[in-house]
């Protein structure tokens, strides 16, 4: 694919400053980028990297100060803008397979909306339900009564059971499995009976779901994903939590047993909730913080157990003058006996 | 599925206090209960929600203290007994299909008992063995040679591989591969070489293992899980790992080789262990906690390193007065320092 | 399998030492070991166990101590000499199926080298690659114009998307996925949008995948493991990361985009490293350390924030005498009041 830096900034609708004619052949980051390529500037502090890339031109913002000799386009927002100049760039990436493979196995009562595709070897239970220009791939399982919305894309490997549901422009990547039985147990003379888990899973429209993760079915009622929430590779999601809309949850996170988080909240990678508590809205946890407590709206919460981000950097920094307060006690030790020496002479 | 209070009591072996007659048309947790709902109550410090709740009946325990306006049924074990309730309630959930599907495919020499169900695009490699009443869902791989007993059910792309054994009525979760090889390399002259692992995993009866969970087979000899054991979702558990009976291992922990794991061990999520030690009978290991050394039988431990709980929380008590300890020193130095100077003026 | 110790010996060019025609049977750990058996010792520290242990033979270094009763190999490299002797015992273990099952989905354009054997329910995708010798298990998903070397095993279940480039002799354990879209939205009025990820993955020679591992693509040119490098179970490895040569990437670790690992870094298990940091040559990061800020090459790294080990160590250290220290503290206080008490009274 090859395009003017005029023709790129039609699509994006920003302003060329150098040579509008010169050729972008590539997309790369600014640091990678070669001759030829188009890359992109957001953040101010990286500037200087303006002066030595190599790019052929950069997105920046309309406020950016910028090096005279090169070409860029400004623009409101460079990470958008850049965005879609990655799609402009490669239009291939949406073409996705068509038509209902032969080997698609589609049981009783199965409802497929116009121009569905299902690829090879996927296995649609009884009474499932899937969405116009949605697209299932090879080797996907989806369960009885199953409802899947319109333009979502399923990966291959994907695993979603029975009474599950999903909504609209959803994208779920390969190996996750939805609606597996939430652990619950109850103990009665000394071993484990299983609970049933008879609830379901519900996916909002717009949600993200990475690779390899698991969501459990509810006990009973449902487990809830949000409006637009992001979910990374390998996060553990366990029975009845209801996460809110538009958070961002980073890969191998665990959310324990009816916990509820709000919306807008990011959880960074590897965080850990204990179950039956609440996240605020626009609240932030950490990478690895054991939240083991609720959360208030807004804050942003740190190590284990979880406490108020300052809170927690205070402590590591008394952590770490530990050395030198010892040292001083022992010092102070020193001096009281001194004292006590002198006044004993004195005595 | 609609059952008066008096069918339900009848079922679940309990008394019926208020309205026998009402008619129970779904369950729920006590909080989210509305009219027509069954619901319990195990914990008495829960106990004022028994005055708050819309459920049409609650479970609840002989002893419980109840207002006066509601339906009970009274029962020894709440929990158990509603555990019968929801499967009273919900009589198609272990409907699974039945039959060999004409696409799973069996090797020479496999075994299938009575009335097992194997599912479509199943392979099951040549010599292995399925046991009466069985269900294999589509997508599942079974290696050669090995033998699964009866009652078992394994959901949709779950890997088993060659060798493995496992026992009756367990219930393996979707995406989890049994029988990997374990992570096991020697270093010669800069480059790891693969040690082959050429051991086996063995899976006692009556456990139950959650969705994309990782059990390598041992580099000689077993992996074992013991009887009535659960396991969450994406667990990791290493070659040659022992773990006893009716443990609870809670979702993203991971256990490293050779670790031996007593009965009746919970371990809570995200919690790691390294490898070669032991974890005595009934410990508990709580969530996010790293076990570097071996841990007595009937111990709780936490943190990391992971020591007693008790001494942990203690740990975590200084460290939160620090700030006050801080000061204190501070303070203290001021005033050796005004009684050193008194003193002076005092020679 | 039957072999005496002499024929063991050969194959691994050692000396035995003892009775060269006793007749092995089996191999087994040194602790777990019986009569038949041969085992191996490579740390000197468990060199008593050379006396109790009852297997038949033990293969050990050159300069190991050794009790005079019992029967053994000298070699220079027991571990590694351990190892060939695993394969010579278990001949089988090689024994993957032949041939392209008459199920398997060979897309447009598809080239097999010489060899390769494409299991059941295998969907290949258009213009992709599998080298000579190349084996793939069942339920695979190989995407368009993925490119697979020679001799590499592909266990069953793996989903790996378009594009994506696989060395030689490389495993891949069941479950995992590689090339899935990296974690990269831009949020434009409250909302996430999804960045396009179409960059790929980039595989060298002689790597093993573990099970259940999630290997996103690069969002522009590609995310890349190393020659050699190890990685186990259920690791996140997250778009743009580049992993070095001969690497230890063990179970649940979790790596952030753009994240740079030099050659023989050893990263344990549960360790989160954060995105754009570098990890230099030989590093080592503990099991469930925190890496939040680049490492220099050699170094040892420890904790929540990572830092050096022993300095880490150190910190640990203080903190568990921090009872003492308020203990000394207080006392340090009494003295002090006596002190001011005296000086007073002579006032």
């Known amino acids: 694919m090859r395009k003017t830096l005029r023709e790129i900034a039609q699509v994006i609708e920003g302003d060329v400053k150098g040579d509008a004619d010169v050729v972008i052949t590539g997309i790369s980051g600014i640091k990678e980028a070669a001759s030829g390529d188009i890359t992109f500037l957001a953040n101010p502090k990286y500037s200087p990297l303006l002066a030595t890339t190599s790019a052929s031109a950069v ?22 803008a850049f965005a879609k100049v990655i ?55 989806i369960g009885r009564m199953t409802k899947i919305g319109s333009d979502t894309l399923i990966h291959p490997n994907v695993s979603i059971r029975e009474r599950v549901a999903v909504g609209s422009r959803v994208i779920i990547h390969s190996g996750t499995v939805i609606g597996s039985d939430g652990f619950g147990f109850v103990e009665v003379d000394g071993r484990q009976h299983k609970i049933p888990q008879v609830g379901t899973v519900e996916i909002a429209d717009d949600v993200e779901i990475g690779a390899n993760v698991t969501i459990d079915r509810a006990r009973f009622n449902k ?22 809309e538009n958070c961002l949850i980073v890969a191998q996170v665990g959310i324990s047993g009816s916990t509820v988080i709000g919306n807008n909240v990011i959880l960074a990678g590897q965080a850990g909730l204990v179950g039956h ?62 004292l006590e020496t002198k006044l004993k002479s004195k005595e």
């Open 87 to 141: 799609s402009l760039m490669n239009p291939d990436e949406a073409g996705h397979f068509k038509g209902i493979h032969s080997s698609a196995l589609l049981g009783k009562g199965v409802k497929l909306g116009k121009n569905a595709a299902i690829g090879a070897y996927v296995v649609i239970e009884d009474d499932a339900e899937i969405g116009d220009n949605s697209v299932i791939y090879p080797g996907c399982f």
């Open 223 to 244: 487990t809830i994903i949000g409006r637009g929430t992001k979910i990374d590779n390998l996060v553990q999601i366990a029975h009845n939590v209801v996460i809110g």
């Open 277 to 338: 508590i609440t996240v605020g809205d626009n609240a932030i946890v950490t990478a690895q913080s054991g939240v083991s407590k609720s959360i208030p709206a807004g804050a942003m919460f740190s190590g284990y157990p979880a406490r108020p981000f300052l809170e927690n950097q205070k402590s590591h920094a008394y952590v770490h003058n530990l050395p030198k307060m010892f040292d001083l006690v022992k010092e102070l030790k020193k001096r009281i006996e001194e």
């Open 59 to 80: 997105i920046v913002s309309k406020e950016m100060e910028i090096p005279p000799a090169k070409n860029f386009i400004r623009v409101a927002n460079p990470s958008l």
